[in-house]
């Protein structure tokens, strides 16, 4: 019985039948490479969906401006602490609150997408960028200028209600 | 009322007796068995108006529903607001209260202590029926230096107009127009400016009234409250200090039945400015009599703030070696403001006592005339939290108390003027003459916590940091001999000493310094980079 239990527990059979493994696996992708699971990843790039959640989108009312009104929900519901605002009083009055800087630090923000969701106007989303790789040393504190109008978005994404027809509509 | 029982009655609440004092009424009785109940106009330290239509109790024997803040309570009255009827009364008094409520509560700045948020998350039906569409009303209208109003999410409580009417009688507010055009607003050309008028943004259940200077700053679901008292004036109201890592935000009255019932005045809320970095004297400035070899602060090396302690440290220790030289404790001179703890007076004058032997102290103390002066509400003419417990000290101790007047004629005697300076200078209008006073002693230590740039010119003074009142703690006596005790918060300005530790220091003890807990500075850029190995 010992003896039958120290052959199992002997570790170089393990590692053979790993090895076969690997080795049938390395063959079949030899002769059949479509099936390849694997990417060659800085050249060849995985297409994922449009509604992937990367890297954050603050989005614009029609104007241009900033959607967001510094209610600091996002920051109070991260779970990473990670976003930072400072909020302002506007001297339009029917926008009274707004950002006067918005920070998300991304090296500590772990993607898991409660900002949206606990955003009240829709003014932040995740956005379907997931390659942002940067040099040491480079900023990772994304600012406004970065968040809601980075050349990637052309101009701003546009927020799905705006607080004019919120108001137009009487609610 | 102590153990009388024909001025006690007994009810039930909610099947719970209890036993109340005659002339109360049902919402108190409510409040004493600990029931929930609805409400938005009552307010204890204000008239009953019953306007809200929330605080509905059953009363048996009654087949009518009533509202508890006007209902008074009676010998064996039975009451409760347990029935399913109560509940759906409450439930569409709340939904009448919302039906012109703008949706404002992300940028709202009552949003986390809203009445009427947390009255609809226990009270509320959770399911609106109402479509209509919401009356506008004016947003962000100015009503003053000090408060805005915001008419659209006024509930119309007339809690604030019933303030201005009662309690600071000024009579600035009031509701105009009829139904749902109702607002509050200002009296023509009034402007809500008296000295009690931000109270009302306090006793404003919901956003409507909020105030300029804490506007934005801060949601108030980061702060943590403390409990504290106003250094402002001697009748030391109690109250709510809000602060966070970031600083102190703003004060707020407690509730005292034995002081300040629920008020507080105007001048006083700028307590928390003296107590963030902003104001506050963080660093050893040595006068520049002194050669930097016995004493070598402030050169650019030690300029830094981690160095503070170690300077005042040595400040301390070179005052020590001077008080030492001076065998006559008549060229000694300690000059005190009303504005320290009697923990604080009780330590430093023991070990000047001890050591110096000095008999005699000089009182700074600038509203003579005023000192009366009452304005039948809080404000009190003596702007100093702890004259009385300065005197009672002073007295326990033998010592001398003399009118800082006096140091016209003996300034120049003086080797050594040791100053506790005021905490807000403010409320020292003779701060000028003071200091023709100080450049006439030999040397001159002032301690404060608040930094005073007039000092700056003056080159025989060194100006020792202090803690603030809220880290430094203690007892404060008011004007009619309240004893109020501090709790201790957290420091602001890392490694400033206080009473106790300079007194250890000029006893040649060693001292411990505690790390700190709020952020001295603003947190950084990313300074993240990766290095191998």
């Known amino acids: 019985m010992k003896v039958n239990r120290n052959i199992k527990t002997y570790f170089l059979l393990s590692t053979f039948s790993g090895m076969k493994f690997t080795f049938f696996k390395m063959l079949k992708n030899l002769f059949n490479k479509k099936k390849m699971i694997t990417l060659n990843y800085p050249e060849e790039k995985y297409k994922y969906s449009s509604r992937f959640k990367g890297t954050h989108v603050l989005t614009v009312k029609k104007d241009g401006s900033l959607r967001c009104t510094a209610c600091m929900l996002c920051a109070t519901n991260c779970p990473a602490q990670c976003i930072k605002i400072t909020a302002d009083e506007h001297k339009d009055s029917s926008v009274e609150k707004y950002p006067i800087s918005y920070e998300i630090d991304i090296l500590r923000c772990v993607y898991c997408g409660f900002c949206e969701e606990a955003c009240p106007v829709d003014a932040i989303r995740m956005g379907p960028e997931w390659q942002t790789p940067d040099k040491n040393g480079s900023k990772f504190n994304y600012d406004i200028r970065y968040l809601a109008y980075r050349p990637q978005l052309k101009g701003g994404v546009e927020s799905s209600l705006d607080d004019k027809e919120r108001h137009s509509w009487g609610i | 009322m102590s153990g009388k029982n024909e001025d006690l009655i007994s009810c039930s609440v909610n099947g719970k007796t209890i036993s109340v004092p005659k002339n109360t009424s049902a919402i108190k009785a409510f409040k004493i068995a600990e029931q929930d109940i609805a409400h938005y106009c009552y307010h204890p330290g204000l008239s009953v108006a019953g306007c809200c239509r929330l605080c509905m109790i ?92 915001d008419s659209e999410r006024c509930i119309l409580c007339s809690r ?203 009182h700074w103390f600038d509203q003579k005339n005023s000192k009366n002066d009452f304005d039948d509400l809080l404000i009190r003419g003596d702007k100093n939290p702890n004259t009385k417990g300065l005197l009672e000290v002073a007295k326990d101790m033998s010592l001398k108390v003399i009118d800082s007047s006096e140091l016209k004629n003996t300034a120049s005697n ?74 201790i918060l957290p420091q602001v300005i890392p490694k400033i000493l206080s009473f106790s530790q300079i007194a250890k220091v000029l006893n040649g003890e060693k001292i411990q310094l505690e790390p700190l807990f709020l952020k001295t500075q603003p947190v950084k850029d990313n300074q993240f980079s990766f290095q191998k190995n």
Not at chain 2, 116 to 122: E, F, G, H, P, T
């Open chain 2, 160 to 362: 604030c107009v019933r303030f201005t009417d009662e309690v600071s009688k000024t009579h600035e507010l009031g509701i105009f127009n009829r139904g749902d055009k109702s607002e509050v607003g200002t009296f023509n050309g009034k402007e809500l400016n008296n000295d009690y008028a931000l109270n009302t943004v306090d006793i404003c259940p919901v956003g409507a009234l909020t105030s300029k200077d804490f506007r934005f700053k801060q949601r108030v679901w980061y702060l943590k409250k403390a409990e504290a008292i106003c250094t402002g004036c001697s009748t030391g109201c109690s109250i709510y200090l809000d602060y966070n890592e970031e600083g102190f935000f703003r004060v707020r009255p407690k509730p005292n039945e034995d002081n300040n019932s629920y008020w507080m005045c105007d001048e006083g809320r700028d307590l928390y400015q003296h107590l963030n970095k902003e104001k506050r004297l963080v660093k050893v400035y040595p006068s520049k009599k002194v050669s930097t070899s016995n004493f070598a602060v402030s050169s650019s090396s030690s300029s830094s703030s981690s160095s503070s302690s170690s300077s005042s440290k040595k400040a301390i220790k070179y005052l020590k070696s001077e008080l030492e030289n001076i065998k006559d404790s008549t060229k000694i001179g300690v000059l005190v403001t009303g504005q320290y703890s009697v923990e604080d007076y009780k330590e430093f004058f023991s070990v000047l006592k001890e050591k110096n032997s000095i008999n005699q102290i000089y």
């Open chain 2, 414 to 487: 003086l080797e050594i003027l040791i100053v506790l300076g005021p905490e807000y200078k403010k409320f020292f209008s003779t701060i000028d003459e003071k200091l023709e006073y100080f450049k006439q002693a030999l040397q001159v230590f002032y301690f404060s916590s608040v930094k005073l740039d007039s000092l700056d010119s003056i080159s025989n003074v060194t100006q020792i940091p202090l803690q603030s009142l809220v880290e430094r703690g203690g007892t404060y006596i008011n004007y009619k001999g309240l004893k109020q005790k501090l709790s």
């Open chain 2, 58 to 149: 059953e009363i048996e024997g009654n087949p009518r529903t009533q509202i508890a803040c006007n209902t008074m309570v009676t010998e064996g009255m039975k009451i409760n607001n347990q029935s399913k009827q109560i509940k759906e009364d409450v439930q569409w008094g709340l939904d009448f209260h919302l039906l012109n409520h703008p949706l404002d509560c992300p940028i709202c700045d009552q949003a986390g202590e809203c009445g009427l948020q947390d009255q609809y998350m226990k009270f509320g039906q959770y399911k609106p029926d109402m479509n209509q569409k919401k009356v506008k009303k004016a947003k962000v209208v100015s009503l003053g230096e000090k408060i805005v109003l």
